[in-house]
């Protein structure tokens, strides 16, 4: 029999008990959370901001942009089916895209070790050139700063993108309502173990590539197909289980996954039962989940399923009214197991 073990609990105490950072505050789990509302939030207190969305829409005279920023620190920087060039400007434009936004400029600021090799930064370079020229946005401004020898384990990327909102379109993560159903574009975890097995030491062989993509295209024939899309989250940090308690807590309902329905492939389970992940926690760089209202949901995943990025895209729960903010599992043998914010770091530096 399989079994998927939970990520490793460790329960860490809370911000306001700690003294030092650990890992698992920026593993967009529990932690993450915490420090966002323990620290950021009383701090720079706004009504944009408390939406808490991966990117902020903003009215500019009879516009509404769509404003968002974004760190990228994976170990390596180089991975099958992408680097961290490529994985700074697709995740941008992905942040941009799950607003509904049309991706049209990006920032690019570099944070340098000295003695990184040069060769490397073309390489990382034209890699985030390529990725920005596929995506049609341009790359307008950017920085550079160099620090010491040991300082920033080689580069470190941070991105910020703006793009333009279609009129009267609202996304947000608190629209989710009863009876709405759960769309996944396609399978889980490829970014996350294409990133682990590239990792020197840890004797993991595979053939899995990072599923690293912009979203924005599919995100478009998406929302022509019919209205009734509520939201839309790219399940980065914290894979599909914390993007789905996000929405689940944000909007005051329970959400109900099939597990049979969820795709995810032979070498990634097998990848995730030798290391005892669950892939519902393993990051993605190229799936999006949406919250669709019932009647909209047939017209959506046909419309996914034309796309290049969502042929395997599949129906995997539905949204509840109660117990608000639980997300749970209906597993093969007709068991529930809930599926809870991501408690540490279940795997680091890997977006």
């Known amino acids: 029999m399989t079994t998927v073990l939970k990520p490793a609990v460790t329960c860490p105490a809370p911000v306001s008990e700690r003294r030092t950072i650990l890992l698992g505050h920026g593993s967009g789990g529990r932690l993450s959370a915490e420090l966002l509302h323990e620290l950021f939030l009383p701090a720079f207190s706004n009504a944009t901001l408390a939406r808490l969305d991966d990117q902020a829409v903003l009215p500019v005279g ?3 942009i769509a404003f968002t920023t974004d760190s990228f620190v994976v170990r390596p920087l180089f991975f099958p089916g992408g ?30 070790e000295e003695g990184f090799p040069l060769d ?10 390529a990725a920005a020229e596929a995506a049609g946005v341009e790359i307008v401004t950017g920085d550079t700063k160099v620090v010491e020898h040991g300082a920033a384990d080689g580069l470190f990327v941070n991105t910020s993108g703006i793009g333009l909102v279609p009129e009267q379109l609202e996304l947000s993560c608190d629209r989710a309502r009863p009876g709405d159903r759960v769309l996944l574009s396609g399978s889980l975890g490829e970014h996350g173990i294409a990133v682990l097995a590239a990792r020197d030491g840890l004797g993991l062989t595979t053939t899995i590539a990072s599923d690293c993509s912009a979203l924005h295209t599919l995100v478009e024939e998406m929302l022509a197909a019919a209205p009734g899309i509520r939201c839309m989250r ?4 914290g894979g599909l289980a914390s993007a789905l308690n996000e929405i689940a807590a944000k909007s005051g309902v329970a959400i109900e996954l099939q597990d049979a329905a969820i795709p995810i492939g032979e070498q990634v389970r097998g990848a995730c039962e030798l290391l005892g992940l669950d892939p519902l926690y393993v990051a993605n760089e190229g799936k999006l989940v949406a919250i669709v209202a019932r009647e909209a949901a047939e017209p959506v995943l046909a419309a996914m399923r034309r796309h290049p990025l969502g042929r395997q895209a599949q129906v995997i729960g539905a949204v509840a009214d109660a117990p608000a903010g639980l997300v749970t599992v209906r597993t ?20």
Request: aromatic share 2%; net charge positive.
């Open 234 to 237: 790219d399940p980065t940090r």
């Open 332 to 351: 093969t043998l007709g068991t529930c197991r809930t599926v809870d914010m991501l408690a540490g770091d279940q795997l680091p530096r890997i977006c």
């Open 83 to 112: 680097d961290i060039g490529s994985l700074a400007v697709n995740g941008t434009v992905n942040d941009l895209a799950m607003a509904g936004a049309r991706p049209l400029w990006l920032s690019v600021a570099f944070l340098l």
């Open 62 to 64: 009879n516009a509404r």
């Open 120 to 129: 490397d930064l073309r390489r990382i370079v034209e890699s985030a050139r």
